[in-house]
């Protein structure tokens, strides 16, 4: 069966500091996607960062960038300069072969003033 | 301007009633879906739509009907409400397979069955 493990349920990190949030998952497929999606109090779910599994380069957005190491199939998410409005739930999820998004337990990430 | 909308937003209703959640999206999108987020936080797949045609259809009561009158809409309807069913349901799009497209959520449907 195919696994997503965010092992942190909840961080807590300095304006300004840098935090990274952990997850794991599980596949036998060589070819995949993973996703970190954010949910702010709002509910909604906003993308953060996707990775292509056959891409090496590690993908960045702003301030937001993912470790992606194949091997160990981890995909940890680092926020550098964290800000107020990004405290939120922290969702990665993984795409399976039946186009079905697998979705961690979610990391609160608290942002202290 | 709301890319992936849905309404309504809260809903309470008693056990036994029949409601329905409607989704719309402005994106051009071919592809349409329905999650349940449980109270753990944990989102499942219920329904995905592409061209109007039912493509996922997980292990969902059959209270759960789908129907998607166009490309653009993926409406939501249950019949005779459980308790069990109060969730946050998200609707959700995108252009092809999620596998390699990003995926847009709506804000969520807050459902309370009392």
């Known amino acids: 069966a195919q696994t997503v493990t965010q092992s942190q349920p909840e961080m807590s990190v300095q304006e300004a500091e840098t935090v990274t949030l952990s997850c794991t998952y599980d596949t036998s497929e060589s070819d995949y996607y993973l996703f970190w999606y954010k949910q702010p109090p709002s509910r909604q779910m906003i993308l953060v960062i996707r990775?292509?599994?056959?891409k090496q380069q590690n993908a960045t957005e702003n301030r937001f960038s993912v470790n992606f190491q194949k091997a160990a199939k981890s995909f940890s998410l680092k926020i550098s300069d964290s800000q107020l409005g990004d405290a939120a739930m922290y969702f990665c999820?993984?795409?399976?072969?039946?186009?079905?998004?697998?979705w961690g337990a979610g990391t609160k990430l608290i942002i202290k003033p | 301007d709301t890319a992936v909308s849905q309404t309504p937003k809260y809903l309470v209703t008693q056990m036994g009633n029949d409601k329905s959640i409607k989704c719309e999206q402005n994106?051009?999108?071919?592809?349409m879906y329905w999650y349940k987020q449980d109270s753990k936080k944990f989102l499942k797949i219920m329904f995905s739509y592409n061209n109007k045609e039912l493509i996922i259809n997980e292990t969902v009561p059959n209270r759960f009907s789908p129907k998607s009158p166009d490309k653009a809409h993926l409406n939501l309807h249950i019949n005779s409400l459980e308790l069990g069913d109060s969730a946050v349901y998200f609707c959700?799009?995108?252009?092809?397979?999620?596998?390699?497209?990003?995926?847009?959520f709506g804000e969520g449907s807050w459902l309370t069955v009392v």
């Open positions: 959700a799009s995108s252009q092809g397979s999620a596998a390699r497209n990003t995926i847009y």
């Open positions: 999820a993984f795409i399976d072969s039946n186009y079905q998004l697998i």
């Open positions: 990775q292509e599994a056959y």
């Open positions: 994106l051009g999108h071919d592809t």
